[in-house]
């Protein structure tokens, strides 16, 4: 049985920064590709970045470019989503996900984290 646990989340003031954990079980992290997104109130899930289980490469969405990064510890089965230079607008619910592809369906979700960005 395949799972995703996201942790890592919190309140931040703006400004600062926050390392976001994906863990799998039940799969190796480089077998799918892993896609990070999250959702705020009111607003539809938003596709922030993945990591491409070949060959490491990755994308990000404007939003974040710059700020966030993906990166993948195969011998801890985790990757890992470091945030800095938060703003407000970045709280949300973020989710990890596995799949085949980074703009494919993807097959795993986990259960999130609450980032909150606020002074």
């Known amino acids: 049985q395949v799972q995703l646990v996201e942790s890592g989340g919190g309140l931040v003031q703006p400004g600062g920064s926050l390392r976001l954990s994906c863990t799998a079980s039940g799969v190796t992290v480089d077998y799918y590709v892993i896609g990070w997104f999250r959702q705020a109130p009111g607003k539809e899930r938003e596709g922030i970045s993945c990591?491409?289980?070949?060959?490491?490469?990755?994308y990000y969405g404007d939003s974040v470019k710059g700020r966030f990064t993906i990166s993948r510890d195969n011998a801890k089965n985790t990757v890992y989503l470091q945030i800095v230079r938060l703003k407000p607008e970045d709280t949300a619910v973020y989710y990890c996900?596995?799949?085949?592809?980074?703009?494919?369906?993807?097959?795993?979700w986990g259960q999130g984290t609450q980032v909150t960005v606020s002074s």
């Open positions: 990591i491409s289980s070949s060959d490491d490469s990755t």
């Open positions: 996900a596995a799949g085949p592809g980074c703009f494919g369906g993807y097959d795993y």
